[in-house]
């Protein structure tokens, strides 16, 4: 028997291209800050009223719509005095 040669096996390494790393910034809208406050104060505001309506079961309604018919009644007549006092003033 003949020996033969084997050619020593040499691992094939594939080449990688190197692609350059750009770093990506990610685009943020600029949103305008005091609309954004503005809305959250008025939604405040809404869930303020709301929530004392419920708590109150609609006294408030009912007090103001008292205020209407008090409002809507005429201004007493104011009485006034014969006796004036001057006041001066001094500097």
Not at 53 to 77: C, F, H, L, N, Q
Request: charged share 5%; no cysteine.
């Amino acid at each position: 028997m003949a020996a033969t040669a084997v050619a020593p096996v040499v691992p094939v390494v594939p080449v990688v291209p190197v692609v350059p790393v750009v770093p990506v910034v990610p685009v943020v809208p600029v949103v305008p800050v005091v609309p954004v406050l503005l809305v959250e104060v008025l939604v405040l505001v809404v869930l303020v009223l709301v929530v004392v309506v419920v708590v109150t079961g609609g006294a408030v309604a009912a007090d103001s719509e008292a205020a209407e018919v008090i409002w809507a009644s005429p201004p007493p007549t104011p009485s006034f005095s014969t006796n004036s006092v001057s006041a001066s003033r001094t500097l």
